[in-house]
């Protein structure tokens, strides 16, 4: 099956000559379909960098980015906003939903854009959202839900257009202990259940270990890789740790 994403010798370079920083120094990844891929690292090693070129949000100084085969690198700004309403679905770590609109609202706002049938919205946003676990808070708005709920709200917005690539940059950044277990643990459920594809960049060892597959950054490079297989959550959990401490310790940093 073909990759969902691949990048190759990415690099990104900020600044002019005399005061250089490879944020992202010829780094190569390839996600394949229905993966959940953790991006970890110190805080500069370069993880917002490499979602921000995938997300079209960054340009490259060089190397290319495939997504479903299509070099997105090459795209002109018309056709980069159509792949990333249509293609991407995203979740930030300040969920960046509307004030003024429910949550049913916020989310079904994702399918609008997309010029979905009417008819068919308030079926799917039910559906998301009980895949979330928000069906209770549907009506209510942004200042009237938890943070966790804000943060399961974004995410539903996020996939409920069926992107092919999910990316979340700290998504569990701004919540207390047990909102962010429940929102990786739906987010391990939308993996498993739907095959949606994750690549959620975390300085968290927590919330990695939900991930089948971290891929460590350090100044910009790969550091190296780690695959769960058949550990648990918290064997995983071990590993990762181990990984963190020969990486100097710096990942439970400030962000
Ligand atoms: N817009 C920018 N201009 C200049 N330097 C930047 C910019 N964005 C990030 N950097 C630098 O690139 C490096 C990587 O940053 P970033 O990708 O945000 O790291 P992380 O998300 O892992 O904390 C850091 O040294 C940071 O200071
Ligand atoms: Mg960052």
Do not use: W
């Amino acid at each position: 099956m073909d990759a969902i994403l691949t990048v190759e010798h990415l690099q990104k370079y900020y600044g002019s000559r005399g005061s250089v920083t490879r944020a992202i120094d010829d780094v190569n990844l390839r996600v394949e379909p229905g993966e959940f891929v953790g991006i970890m690292g110190a805080s500069g090693s370069g993880k917002t960098t490499l979602l921000n070129c995938i997300s079209t949000i960054d340009a490259p100084t060089s190397g290319r980015i495939f997504v479903e085969g299509r070099d997105i690198t090459t795209l002109k700004s018309r056709e980069l906003s159509r792949f990333r309403r249509e293609r991407l679905g995203f979740v930030f770590q300040d969920c960046n939903l509307l004030d003024t609109l429910t949550a049913f609202e916020n989310i079904a706002l994702a399918l609008t854009i997309l010029k979905t049938p009417a008819g068919e919205i308030e079926g799917r946003v039910q559906k998301t959202a009980g895949l979330l676990g928000i069906a209770d808070c549907l009506n209510k708005y942004p200042y009237q839900l938890s943070g966790g709920q804000r943060q399961r709200t974004a995410a539903a917005r996020a996939i409920i257009t069926d992107p092919a690539l999910v990316l979340a940059d700290e998504p569990t950044g701004a919540l207390d202990s047990k909102s962010a277990r429940l929102l990786l643990e739906r987010f391990e459920a939308l993996n498993e259940a739907r095959g949606t594809t994750i690549l959620m960049v975390t300085h968290d060892a927590f919330t990695a270990s939900y991930c089948r597959r971290i891929l460590f950054l350090r100044d910009g490079k790969s550091f190296t890789e780690l695959v769960r297989g058949n550990d648990s959550r918290k064997a995983f959990f071990g590993k990762i740790i181990e990984v963190v401490t020969l990486l100097g310790g710096a990942c439970d940093d400030v962000l």
